[in-house]
């Protein structure tokens, strides 16, 4: 028997669900101006295809450079963390504090440190994208069971050795976890970002959109935005496949494939 996709259970499904709301509005002769049909959403996608391309690029500038900022911050010092206890027991605490704070509140006042465009965009997107990766890596980097660590120490492992050829393999799976998590979120980030210091961006163009009562370009351009946070998504999935052939999930998921 031929096996299908992995992803083709998904696919069917949000088919389906496309089908399911493009006959409730036509039977339920729902009004346009409140939910306009799937296939009238397509359409002006198609049709206003280079507006929301370059809107979608502008968006995509803040999400790559927030998200991969976040990963450069994140990883780094979840390791200090995990390797000198007093920095953790000063540190984290204000980490967890600061995560309070909404960051729709720091939106505004980011405009007024750094101004309208790009940078208060990725920073933004940072500070959304960077809780998730520093709790998951920290905990990836404690997950070193007792006995390893005994056994290396006792062959006399230095400590550099010790965090570079134990803790970090330990960790991959703990620090891909966290990525993944916050990939979903950096395009809200970038979003929450555009509606308050942009004057593009996918982000911009929906308040725009919002203020004009146009709700077939709003939903197209959450259509859009979906899709922009899967892709991500899907180069965070990707990248870990890559590094770890090794680890569990990756032969569940084989294994799972290979049932079908």
């Not at 496309?18 to 939910?35: D, K």
């Amino acid at each position: 028997m031929p096996r299908l996709p992995r992803s083709a259970g998904s696919l069917i499904a949000l088919a389906l669900l496309f089908v399911i709301w493009e006959l409730v509005v036509r039977v339920g002769n729902v009004p346009a101006y409140l939910l306009p049909p799937p296939s009238t959403v397509f359409l002006r996608i198609f049709s206003d295809r280079d507006f929301i391309l370059y809107n979608a690029g502008v968006t995509m500038i803040a999400v790559t450079a927030g998200f991969a900022l976040s990963i450069v911050v994140s990883i780094p010092l979840a390791a200090v963390l995990a390797q000198y206890a007093w920095i953790e027991h000063t540190v984290y605490p204000l980490l967890v504090a600061s995560q309070t704070i909404p960051k729709v509140a720091l939106a505004p006042l980011m405009v007024v440190w750094f101004g309208f465009g790009l940078t208060p965009k990725i920073l933004i997107t940072f500070l959304i994208c960077f809780f998730p990766i520093v709790v998951d890596t920290l905990v990836g980097f404690r997950s070193l069971s007792k006995e390893v660590r005994w056994l290396a120490k006792s062959m006399g492992v230095s400590r550099w050795h010790m965090f570079t050829q134990f803790q970090v393999p330990a960790a991959l799976p703990n620090i891909f976890a966290g990525i993944k998590v916050a990939s979903t979120l950096a395009v809200v980030g970038a979003v929450v970002g555009e509606f308050v210091a942009a004057d593009s961006g996918l982000g911009y163009q929906l308040i725009v959109a919002n203020g004009l009562l146009d709700v077939e370009l709003s939903i197209a351009i959450l259509v859009v935005l979906s899709v922009l946070g899967i892709l991500v998504f899907a180069v965070v999935d990707v990248c870990e496949r890559l590094a770890l052939p090794w680890h569990v999930s990756q032969r569940h998921n084989d294994l799972a494939a290979g049932g079908r």
